[in-house]
């Protein structure tokens, strides 16, 4: 049987105080709208998003999800929604329905109500321990609306989660019929679900947690970061915390990884290794074998087997750190190949440059490789030496072995096996420091 879903997510969400459509908040790397998607997707349903504001945003962040599209004209209610999804509907079938701003629906809960759906219409229902705000599930009635209920229907704490499956010639034929409530005149598709609809009513209640502030959207979220996080952990990755890390979605993480408190992992990052609290890592590759200590920073970075960055260094795209190479506290690196077995321990920026194997980079060395115009190269070959406080002019190179003296500035090339020094000769004037501290004194006197 043909299965199709129908997502609403047409409305502003005003209270999310944001010029971003309310559905395209991101929650993990996917926006919350491709969170339902996605689980309806899991499923095996053709999705129909039902769009009005800020349409052109949302079909656009659902590109890589492949769905059809449905305009809502001038938005009156969730009837009036689906409506303007009938001409993508199959004339026969079962047709989900659910809202675009409840990311936590899985596809597990979805499946069991196509598994159970018997008749006509069927609900997902829960128990809230406070109902205020819910369309209460009335026995014999159907669904009655928070605003409608009488005061003993009030105290019905079963009420409606906004999944339901319908069959699609029952809802071709009874949208049409629909009647506008005031004073809004809305149309509201409740009121497809009579009495005789089947009920479903112990579904998990934190499932249908609905975003419509920032609160709740950061509730959501810290929900995901769990289940996300189980997942991960349940397939081999130790986690310091299943709280406090963040995993998107589009992360891979491989068995034997480890992530400490307050790791950050985001885009296309691949983690085999072990990273250190308070890193951020985005686009990157950690192997296995490779250690990220606390608070480094690494965006399109590749770090091998063996190698260790930080703490509190930070990798900028194309930095390629290889095995056994470390890079230390304040150094930043950028498009940059550290190859086997060198070292920049401290406090050291290596940009545009490829440092050979063995390679020593002594604290405070600089390439300096941007002229006001364009980027320039820095070579340094296998087993040299960089002195500290070393400024390496771009383009250049330094040979094979070569030793650097500290606090060089360097604008030509250095052969293999040759020692450079580039200093002034020191100034000594003897016996002056108290007087010229008196000068001193005497002008600030003035």
């Not at 459509?21 to 349903?45: N, S, T």
């Not at 609905?210 to 997942?231: S, T």
């Not at 490789?369 to 296998?382: M, S």
Request: net charge neutral.
């Amino acid at each position: 049987m043909p299965l199709t879903a129908v997502v609403l997510a047409a409305g502003l969400g005003t209270r999310m105080r944001s010029p971003l459509a309310k559905v395209l908040h991101p929650l993990l790397g996917r926006p919350m709208v491709g969170w339902i998607v996605q689980a309806l997707q899991d499923v095996g349903a053709d999705v129909v998003v039902v769009v009005h504001h800020h349409e052109e945003q949302v079909r656009a962040a659902l590109s890589p999800w492949k769905v059809r599209f449905a305009r809502q004209e001038s938005p009156r209610g969730t009837g009036d929604a689906v409506s303007a999804a009938l001409a993508e509907l199959p004339a026969s079938g079962a047709v989900v329905v659910t809202a675009g701003d409840t990311p936590l629906l899985t596809a597990r809960s979805i499946q069991r109500l196509i598994e159970a759906h018997r008749g006509e219409c069927s609900v997902a229902a829960f128990e809230a321990p406070d109902p205020t705000g819910y369309g209460r599930m009335v026995p014999g009635v159907g669904i009655v609306e928070d605003a409608a209920c009488s005061p003993e229907q009030r105290r019905i704490r079963i009420v409606n989660s906004g999944l339901y499956l319908f069959d699609a010639t029952y809802l071709k034929a009874q949208l049409p019929r629909l009647q506008p409530h005031p004073p809004k005149d809305e149309l509201w598709l409740t009121d497809l679900v009579g009495p005789n609809a089947q009920v479903l009513a112990d579904f998990p209640p934190d499932e249908f947690l609905g975003v419509n502030d920032r609160a709740q959207l950061a509730e959501a979220r810290g929900i995901l970061r769990r289940r996300v996080n189980r997942v991960w952990a349940a397939s081999g990755v130790d986690f310091a915390d299943l709280d406090s890390v963040m995993v998107d979605v589009s992360v891979t993480l491989a068995p034997g990884a480890s992530l400490a408190n307050g790791v950050v992992v985001t885009g296309k990052s691949l983690i085999a290794g072990e990273v250190g609290a308070h890193c951020v890592l985005h686009d990157t590759v950690v192997f296995a074998g490779a250690r990220i200590n606390p608070g480094s920073i690494c965006d399109g970075a590749e770090v091998h087997s063996g190698a260790i960055v930080g703490p509190l260094a930070r990798l900028r795209p194309g930095a390629d750190i290889r095995a056994g190479a470390h890079v230390g506290n304040f150094c930043e690196v950028k498009n940059t190949i550290v190859h086997e077995g060198a070292k920049a321990n401290h406090l050291s920026y290596l940009g545009d440059a490829d440092i050979g194997a063995g390679a020593n980079i002594g604290a405070g060395t600089i390439t300096c490789n941007y002229d006001g115009v364009r980027k320039h190269r820095t070579t340094i070959g296998p087993g040299a030496f960089i002195g500290s406080n070393t400024s390496l002019v771009a383009p250049i190179t330094v040979g094979d072995g070569a030793i650097v003296g500290a606090g060089s500035t360097l604008t030509q090339d250095v052969p293999a096996d040759a020692i450079a020094v580039e200093r002034s000769p020191t100034k000594l004037t003897l016996a002056s420091a108290d007087r010229l501290r008196a000068v001193y004194r005497r002008r600030g006197a003035k």
